[in-house]
C-alpha cells in the first residue's frame, strides 16, 4: 500500500535550505561588520555607522581611529574575519560530534561557506602591496600591519585548514560523511524549520538594530562600493582630453607614515599617472594607467614611509577625460562588506 504524499513535508524540504542561505549571509554580516566595530572600538575609535543589511547595495561599518597605531588599524581591519571565526569555533565546539542529518548538513555548509572566506587572504597580500590594488579588508591589513604577503596568507591559510581540521573532528571523520552521502531522503521536521527562521529573523532585527543604533549618513561620494573623503580634498583636477602635466597637491611629511587617498570618478583614455616626489626628490609612481583605461568611480589609498620634508604630488596625462582628486587620510575609516 503507499504512502500518502505528505505536502507540508514537501514544503519544508524546499523551504529549509533558503531560509539556511538567508540565515547563513544575514548571521555572517552581522558578525562581520559588528567585529569592524567592537575592535574599534576596542582601540579607542568612534563608531559611526553600522550597515550589516544582508541586502544592502553597500554593508559596511565605519568610525574614526584618531591617534591609533598601525598595529591598530591591522586589528581593526581583520576584525571582520576573526570574529565569526571565533564564534563559529566556539559553536562547533559547543556542538556533539553526532548530530541528526538536518544539523549535520547545515554544519558542513555553514563551515565550508565560512572558511572560504580566508582565499583573499591567501591571494590578496601581493597585490595589496600596490597602490591599484582594490580596497578590501585584505589591503588595509596587508597595507597597515607591515607584514610579508608570504607571512599573512601563511597564516590564513593555517586558519582555513585548521577550520577544516576542526570541522572534520567534530563531524566524526570519514564515516559521517560517508554515512551522510549514503542518505536516500532527507525530511525537515517543523521545529527544524522554526528554529531556522528563528536566527534568520534575530539576525534580520539585529542588523535593523544595529542601523537604527550608529545610523547610516552621508559618508561622502559613493558608487559601486567605493566611498570617497566628503571633505574637502587637497587637489582636484578634472581632464577634458587635452594633455595635462602639473602639480596634483603637497604637504609636509613627518614621522609617521603618510597615507592618502586617490579617487577617480568617469575616467576613459589615458595613459596617465600620478607621481609624488619627497623631500629628496624620490619620484614614487602611486598611479599608472595605459590607454584605454576606463573607472566609472574607483580609489586608492596608498601608505608611503617618506623621509622629513615637503612632498609634491604631479598628475600627468594624455587623451584622458575625467576627476581626479586627493585627500591626506585624517584617520576616518570604513571597512567594506563581506
Known sequence: MACPHDHAATIRLALWPVLVVLAFVQAYAVLHEGGHALAAAAVGGTVRTID????????????DLPG??????????????????????????????????????????????????????IVLPWPAL????????????????????????GLAAALMLGGFALLWWRAGGLAQFRALRRMRSLAVAP????????????????????????????????????????????????LDGAPF????????????????????????????????????????DLASFGPGTTMGMASSRPRLELPPGAWALRLVAEDTVGRFRAWIDDGQEEAPGP
Open 245 to 284: 602635466d602639473g602639480a596634483f597637491g603637497h604637504g609636509e611629511a613627518g614621522a609617521t607614515p603618510l597615507r592618502l587617498v586617490l579617487g577617480f570618478e568617469d575616467v576613459a583614455g589615458g595613459p596617465f599617472r600620478i607621481v609624488l616626489t619627497d623631500a629628496t626628490g624620490t619620484e614614487r
Open 191 to 238: 521545529r527544524t524549520l522554526f528554529v531556522t527562521a528563528a536566527v534568520l529573523v534575530g539576525s534580520l532585527a539585529l542588523a535593523l538594530g544595529l542601523v537604527a543604533a550608529y545610523p547610516i549618513r552621508d559618508a561622502g561620494t559613493e558608487g559601486g562600493g567605493v566611498v570617497l573623503p566628503s571633505r574637502e580634498p587637497i587637489a582636484e583636477v578634472t
Open 52 to 63: 550589516a543589511r544582508a541586502w544592502s547595495t553597500r554593508p559596511h561599518a565605519s568610525y
Open 68 to 121: 591609533v597605531t598601525d598595529g591598530q588599524r591591522a586589528l581593526v581591519s581583520a576584525a571582520g574575519a576573526l570574529l565569526p571565526l571565533g564564534v563559529w569555533a566556539a559553536t562547533m565546539a559547543a556542538l556533539p560530534r553526532a548530530l541528526p542529518p538536518t544539523l549535520a548538513f547545515v554544519r558542513f555548509f555553514v563551515s565550508v561557506g565560512l572558511l572560504a572566506g580566508f582565499l583573499p587572504w
Open 130 to 153: 600596490h597602490a591599484r590594488a582594490p580596497r578590501d579588508d585584505v589591503v588595509r591589513f596587508a597595507q597597515t600591519s607591515g607584514w610579508p604577503p608570504g607571512l599573512i596568507a
